[in-house]
């Protein structure tokens, strides 16, 4: 006999962090089981049709569930305050299998132009060979996304804070317009994870998160996930089983712990980008800083509104243009030039060549990601180690 109690009602989200989404198997675990089996079997042939049939619920095959994805989706499906979850093999397969499984040819998107790049490139020049248009409007004008809309919109979709300028989207605000043209929000979530925003709350319908960012928060593994009511999951998991996108057992387990520790590194990590933004915009090399969290930043009053902190992403622009900026990341003995993110390793990168290298310099220009722009992710290093090592490419500029 497995020992599942029922969990109380009206836990904080830190416990549902390390407790939701438990099922003990028959041998009492006390941490997750990893279940790594591709398939599952029947105690006869007619338990095999009904469940194959879907009469009777249970596992079948793991591209369609599996107990340790079910674990994952289940705690992050508590976090987020959704009726349900389904994970993805990474945070694209989620953005992806979101729009496959709710549009059709002939639908219509409304998207901030302060997306990530994979994102832009899905819906700016593949979902349009399918016949699904979007039209990119401001990260922060929500009566340009008003005007957007048309009579075949079925989504608005936006990340915010933005990458890697840390602009800042009204949810509220475009959840009334959303409403009142009866079409879907959809936001992804990764740079605040529901430990500082949650955007169901806030009234979006749906959330996707790249899991591979501060879910895991240790840089091990891809995956990704939506969450939402029962209706919208439901038809990404109709999507995902057919056509193959599905996380697998071992990402899963490895993200159901990540989630565990997901409160205190956030929350840690973000303490820390307010300290070193405060150290950057009193240093006489920078230029400027983006960063929710300082009362500088144009969106400052509506981030405090709507996220618990400023997050843990921090961009500043070095004095000096391209050159300075390159000599602040060659001068680095510490940090990780990568431009990964999420980490509990402080990462390092300049947009202008790497992220957003791929873009031509005019939109780079409209999109405000100059040539001296640098993007930091902190991690979980002491403040003092993480400013030292920047101080030191600085004080040469
Ligand atoms: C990384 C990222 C994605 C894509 O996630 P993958 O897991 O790399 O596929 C989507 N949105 C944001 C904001 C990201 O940072």
């Known amino acids: ?104 040819a002939g639908d219509h998107i409304v998207a901030s132009s302060s997306l990530f790049g994979s994102t832009i490139q899905l819906l700016g020049t593949i979902l349009p060979r399918f016949g699904i248009e979007t039209t990119f409007v401001s990260q922060t004008d929500a009566g340009e996304w008003d005007k957007a809309v048309r009579p075949n919109t079925k989504l608005l979709f936006c990340e915010t804070p933005s990458n890697p300028l840390t602009q800042v989207a009204d949810i509220r605000a475009l959840s009334v317009i959303a409403k009142k043209h009866n079409v879907l929000l959809a936001v992804d979530n990764c740079f605040c994870t529901p430990i500082l925003q949650k955007p169901l709350e806030l009234g979006a319908d749906i959330v996707v998160h790249s899991a591979t960012k501060y879910l895991d928060g240790q840089g091990r593994v891809l995956g990704g996930a939506v969450c939402g009511n029962k209706a919208i999951v439901e038809k990404v998991f109709i999507f995902l089983r057919t056509t193959g996108p599905t996380l697998s057992a071992f990402n899963a387990w490895i993200l159901g712990k990540g989630l565990e520790t997901l409160s205190i590194r956030i929350k840690a990590q973000s303490a820390s980008a307010l300290e070193l933004a405060k150290w950057l915009e009193a ?28 997050g843990a992403i921090v961009s500043f622009e070095v004095k000096g243009g391209k050159d300075a900026a390159w000599r602040v990341i060659d001068s680095c003995q510490m940090l ?54 920047l101080a030191r490419g600085l004080s040469a500029n």
Do not use: W
């Not at 997750?32 to 591709?38: D, G, K, V």
């Not at 095999?48 to 249970?58: C, D, P, T």
């Open 1 to 104: 006999m497995s020992t599942n109690k029922k969990l109380p009602e009206g836990l904080a989200t830190e416990t549902l962090a390390v407790r939701a989404g438990m099922t003990r198997s028959a041998h009492n675990e006390h941490s997750e089981a990893l279940y790594l089996t591709s398939s599952f079997i029947f105690e006869n042939a007619a338990q095999a049709a009904v469940r194959f049939s879907g009469e009777e619920e249970g596992n079948v095959y793991a591209r369609f569930t599996n107990p340790s994805v079910t674990l994952f989706e289940e705690r992050l499906a508590a976090l987020e305050g959704a009726e349900a979850c389904i994970a993805t093999a990474s945070g694209m397969a989620a953005i992806t299998s979101l729009v496959m499984a709710n549009l059709s």
């Open 336 to 389: 990780s030039i990568t431009g990964n993110l999420g980490d509990t390793r402080t990462t390092l990168t300049h947009p202008a060549s790497t992220t957003h290298g791929r873009i031509t310099p005019e939109a780079r220009a409209v999109a405000g990601i100059n040539d001296n722009l640098l993007r930091i992710a902190v991690g979980l290093e002491a403040v003092d180690d993480i400013c030292n090592d």
């Open 283 to 310: 240093h006489p090399s920078v230029e400027r800083v983006y960063y929710p969290g300082l009362p500088s930043h144009p969106q400052h009053q509506l981030a405090m509104q709507q996220q618990k902190s400023g």
